[in-house]
């Protein structure tokens, strides 16, 4: 009977952690969402530019 109950409890843990991780991964997704929206506001109207064109070019002096 007391292996039982530790395996419910173990069971309910698992569960509980696995909801944890569901809800961290909604909102990273979420941020990620809301940051990408937020960027297309930013640049309407203007050129496209990707991060590699970014990194690719160094300012001049």
């Known amino acids: 009977m007391f292996e039982y109950e530790l395996q419910q409890i173990r069971?309910?843990?698992l569960i509980r952690e696995a909801e944890h991780y569901r809800q961290v991964r909604?909102?990273?997704r979420?941020?990620?969402e809301a940051a990408r929206d937020a960027e297309e506001r930013d640049t309407?109207?203007?050129a496209p530019r990707s991060r590699m064109s970014l990194l690719r070019f160094s300012r001049a002096a």
Do not use: C
């Open 11 to 13: 069971s309910a843990e």
């Open 26 to 28: 909604e909102a990273r």
């Open 30 to 32: 979420a941020r990620r």
């Open 44 to 46: 309407q109207g203007q």
